[in-house]
């Protein structure tokens, strides 16, 4: 009895042990007065909810919970993520379409939104579904390369792959990293040399073991790899070069034309009045800006993107455009 | 990263408090794994928000012996109920279980949760000691052999059918075609999702293989309650706690420290984890031991080599993690999710910049054995105990506890319908003589076996040669010849006589 | 129809149609963005193959074996399957229950129908009653208070 006794107690203090320490975390405690916030008019006044399509801890469920704790003293409601993961983003579309257009729900995007609604039908168009409301997060993509290879020069790079004796590694046809193959493959007037992984890092392994002689991929996914120098970077694929890599060239600049943000974003659902898209773009500005949140920033490997909602809703359109260009010209997964 | 600082790393990672927090890690695992419908990696996500708020090393520390107790919780309902807590407990399941009805609850518990300590302990040694040449194993890797360690596993079929193969292989088949439903890792293109936007990621796992595995079982167990509708429990005066000793452990040894070994080599690999393990080590297990041929009438070794294999996983899983920030099983890959939150990014750097959380999670793990020894011989009691539940309620329990399982992956109730489903086919399935396990086998392997078959013939451009000239994939792609071979040969010996 | 062999032969048939119509669902799907060996459609197409091929040799099989075992009843009866088909039933409308109703409110109603269906005796409602009011309770507190899971979104909790 004794002994049924403790295994009790045991569950029990291992009950108590996780309400307490995630009645803290989970839901942060609200702040403490509403007068730190904008004088817009409008103010959340229920919990505020962030829905990713990303499973807890991964991508944008990090960045939904790093912008939580950066807001805890600017918003003055709780704030809590959602996580519908699955189905290509449709289960967040099926989430937020009934009854969410009252400020109080966020939405977490990204480029591969886009890419999900043409090439998989899935999901929402975050242009015109959905307000873009700013950027937070920027990553820069990159071609890769092992240490000592002769490849790290882009020119090299060039000519070997237009020999037709380069294989390219990356994600899933239809991603970032087949377009650049397949824009590369345009440019340079030669076949198209391309590996799918199922996903970045099991790519980046597959350079390390020698299976392909190239990856692309994210700035984050490698940072360290590349720090460790066992990797090379080649170029990137923005359109200027990277501050902290000044020597690295653009692909643009070196004759390959293809330009790729990776970044992340808030987003309210389509019918959300205007007062609410200039509160949550405001108050999200002072969030980014604060200490913990570049620290996030800079230990998850990527840059500030801040976009307030006019310039990002325009740089989506932009990247929408583009995409459907490439889209038209090259065929999508359907 | 030498292992002497390794060693320095996980002494300096002991605290009292990481005690307290590998305990809480360790039961709620056991309690997670045991629950039919959340699985390891399911009972770590949960606990996942939990951990935000905690101090680096001990939430790291919580989280690994999550793990470890998770791998062990399974077994519980396995060998009790006949309903697998995981589908890494399955084959735990067949000889578990008659021995829970043979009357020695107790002895079945106690080879599982004695192998399964050993397992992540021994297990978690080596991969301290070795863990520069386990980095190595997952880099040696390649497509091709990937592929043929996959195939190695669907080989396990062969011992497991009983009466018609080919029912087996159908079996097997229509796992694997369930796993190529959604979307195609290769050409990201959707596939066969029958115009369901909810199956563009594919089947979600968790329903479909507690579907098959637990809740199929489950089904014909509640029909025979609704047709005999007793109200007292079979087992209520059977009911048996005595522990396994020392001795009769030590006679599984052979055993134990194969399927340990198989345990962290399949570990290692990016994509397969604790079930390919574990149903590899029965298969094997079975050849081995020298009680191969009454596997299936309840015998320690049949109970062991799963179990132990499945815990040896742990620690193997989270090398390829700490040392490329590659995950090597869904819950290692909670377990990135939980350094992430923490500013820590796992991969090669890690060993510089955060050093103290290789140690935590090694500490977390090798502590997690001697606390999974000691909670789960205290809880041992009570959970034979539930056996001593009324039917009726221990079945509608368990079935609310299905159902709800799904509902916490948050997919909506989509899951459920996968869960319903998955059971439905699997009962029905059994009724023909075909094997629901079979099936959750091919589905985890799915994926591994296409974009490996295809990822190979890419880099070969179309050659076949690429299997036979790499050194791994030839021993793989032989030892599954022989391991198909011998289970044929025995298969026909005793039919004869 | 409650023969092993009359079960084996209906399964084969269903399994032989279930492959056909796997191997033109692959077929119809479009040809790959990447040049590759295999493409999305050669591995599965692989797979209806083998499993057309194996259901025929459990088909002949079947019609072909004349032994006892083979013609002998199995122990699955008319009054196990009309218990599958109620079980089922059950289970899906506890399903939508969750989702248009409420989480609690279905939680209890269903284990209230399992008792009954299982044997609990209904003279003493309350030993129906109160264990499922405590497990539907347990259960919403554990996961859906506790874990933060989404148990649906009907109109009552």
């Not at chain 1, 307490?20 to 989970?26: D, T, V």
């Amino acid at each position: 009895m004794k002994k049924k006794l403790l295994a009790i107690a045991l569950t029990a203090a291992l009950l108590a042990g996780c309400s307490s320490s995630g009645g803290s975390n989970a839901t942060p405690t609200p702040a403490a007065s509403e007068d730190t916030t904008e004088t817009t008019g409008w103010v959340p006044t229920k919990d505020v909810e962030i829905v990713t399509h990303s499973g807890v801890g991964a991508g944008g469920d990090l960045i939904g919970r790093a912008v939580i704790a950066a807001a805890t003293d600017i918003v003055p409601v709780n704030m809590f993520m959602q996580n519908k993961k699955g189905s290509a983003g449709s289960n967040v579309w099926a989430y937020v379409q009934k009854g969410k257009n009252d400020g109080h729900t966020l939405i977490v995007i990204t480029p591969t939104n886009i890419l999900w609604y043409y090439n998989a039908n899935n999901g929402m168009n975050i242009n015109t579904d959905l307000i873009p409301v700013c950027r937070l997060q920027y990553e820069p993509q990159l071609l890769l390369v092992k240490k000592d290879s002769p490849l790290a020069d882009i020119e090299e790079f060039k000519k070997a792959y237009a020999a037709g004796e380069v294989t390219i590694g990356g994600e899933a046809s239809g991603g970032p990293a087949w377009m650049f193959a397949k824009v590369a493959a345009t440019d340079l007037e030669c076949d198209f040399n391309y590996v799918p992984y199922s996903d970045g890092g099991e790519s980046l392994t597959g350079l390390l073991g020698g299976q392909v002689d190239a990856v692309f991929c994210q700035l984050g996914e490698a940072i360290d790899q590349i720090k460790a120098g066992e990797l090379v970077i080649v170029a990137f694929a923005s359109d200027e070069r990277v501050d902290a890599f000044p020597d690295v060239p653009t692909l643009q600049e070196s004759g390959i034309n293809f330009v790729f943000p990776q970044w992340r974003g808030l987003a309210l659902p389509g019918d959300t009045p205007q007062e609410c898209v200039e509160y949550w773009s405001e108050a999200l500005h002072e969030a980014s800006q604060t200490e913990s949140f570049q620290k996030w920033l800079a230990d998850s490997g990527s840059l500030d993107g801040w976009m307030d909602y006019k310039t990002f809703q325009e740089s989506t359109k932009e990247q929408e455009e583009f995409i459907v260009g490439l889209i038209e010209k090259y065929g999508s997964g359907e | 990263m030498t292992t002497l600082e390794l060693w320095q790393q996980i002494f300096a990672a002991f605290s009292p408090m990481g005690l307290v927090w590998v305990f809480v890690g360790v039961t709620w695992g056991i309690f997670g794994g045991a629950l039919p419908g959340v699985t390891a990696s399911l009972a770590m996500s949960l606990a996942l928000p939990f951990t935000i708020a905690m101090d680096p090393v001990n939430a790291f520390m919580l989280l690994a012996s999550c793990y470890v107790g998770a791998e062990y919780g399974g077994s519980i309902p396995a060998i009790l109920l006949s309903v697998p807590g995981t589908p890494a407990n399955a084959p735990t399941a067949m000889d578990g279980h008659q021995m829970h009805l043979n009357g020695h609850s107790g002895k079945a518990l106690g080879y599982s949760l004695v192998g399964g300590s050993f397992g992540s302990f021994f297990g978690g040694l080596i991969g301290v000691f070795l863990l520069g040449a386990l980095v190595k194993i997952a880099l040696l890797l390649d497509p091709s052999a990937m592929f043929a360690l996959a195939f190695f596993g669907l080989s396990a079929v062969v011992s497991m059918s009983k009466g018609n193969l080919a029912k087996g292989f159908i079996s097997i088949l229509l796992g694997i075609m369930l796993g190529t439903i959604g979307s195609d890792n290769f050409s990201g293109m959707t596939r066969f999702t029958m115009g369901m936007i909810q199956l563009g990621d594919g089947v979600s796992d968790v329903p479909a293989v507690v579907g098959f595995v637990a809740a199929s079982e489950l089904f014909g167990q509640v029909i025979n309650q609704i047709k005999e509708k007793r109200l007292t429990s079979p087992m209520l005066g059977k009911l048996d706690f005595t522990f396994i000793t020392i001795k009769e452990f030590f006679a599984t040894i052979k055993v134990a420290l194969a399927s340990m070994i198989m345990g962290l080599v399949v570990g290692v690999m990016p994509g397969a984890g604790p079930t390919i393990a574990s149903f590899i080590a029965y298969n094997e297990g079975k050849r081995l031991s020298k009680d191969g041929d009454k596997f299936g009438t309840g015998v320690p070794d049949a109970i062991v080599a799963p179990e132990v294999a499945n815990n040896a996983c742990v620690p193997a899983a989270v090398v390829p993690l700490l040392s490329f920030g590659i995950p090597g099983s869904t819950s290692a890959a909670i377990m990135l999710g939980g350094m992430v939150m923490h500013g820590m990014r796992p991969g090669p750097l890690l060993a510089e910049s955060n050093p103290e959380a290789l140690g935590a999670v090694f500490l977390g793990i090798l502590l997690a054995c001697p606390c999974l020894l000691i909670v789960g011989r205290l809880m041992l009691k009570p959970w034979v105990k539930v056996t001593a539940i009324p039917p009726h309620f221990l079945n509608t329990i368990i079935l609310v506890l299905l159902v709800v399982g799904s509902l916490a992956l948050n997919e909506g109730i989509f899951a459920v319908g996968i869960l319903l489903f998955c059971a439905f086919a699997g009962y029905v399935m059994k009724l023909a003589g075909y094997n629901p396990i079979a099936t959750v086998l091919g589905f985890v392997l799915s994926q591994l076996v296409e974009d490996n078959l295809r990822r190979t013939m890419l880099l070969s451009k179309g050659s076949l040669m690429t299997f036979v000239t790499h050194p791994i994939t030839l021993v793989l792609l032989l030892l599954t010849a022989g391991s198909v071979i011998v289970g044929l040969r025995n298969r026909k010996a005793p039919a004869k006589s | 129809m409650s023969k092993k062999k009359y079960l084996d032969m209906i399964s084969s048939v269903f399994l032989i149609l279930l492959g056909a119509i796997y191997f033109y669902a692959a077929s119809k799907l479009p040809a790959p963005l990447t040049k590759e060996p295999l493409g999305p459609a050669g591995f599965p197409q692989f797979l209806a193959i083998l499993l057309i091929g194996l259901s025929i040799s459990v088909l002949v099989r079947a019609v072909l074996d004349k032994s006892e075992s083979n013609n002998s009843p199995t122990s699955f009866t008319a009054r196990d399957f009309k218990i599958l088909i109620i079980l089922m039933i059950t289970l899906i409308l506890y399903a939508a229950g969750i989702w248009y109703v409420g989480y609690i409110v279905s939680t209890f109603a269903f284990c209230c129908v399992c008792f009954w269906l299982m044997g609990a005796p209904l003279d003493k409602p309350i030993k129906i009653l109160v264990p499922s009011l405590i497990i539907a309770i347990a259960c919403f507190v554990l996961f859906g208070l506790l874990f933060k899971a989404d148990l649906g979104s009907g109109f009552l909790f």
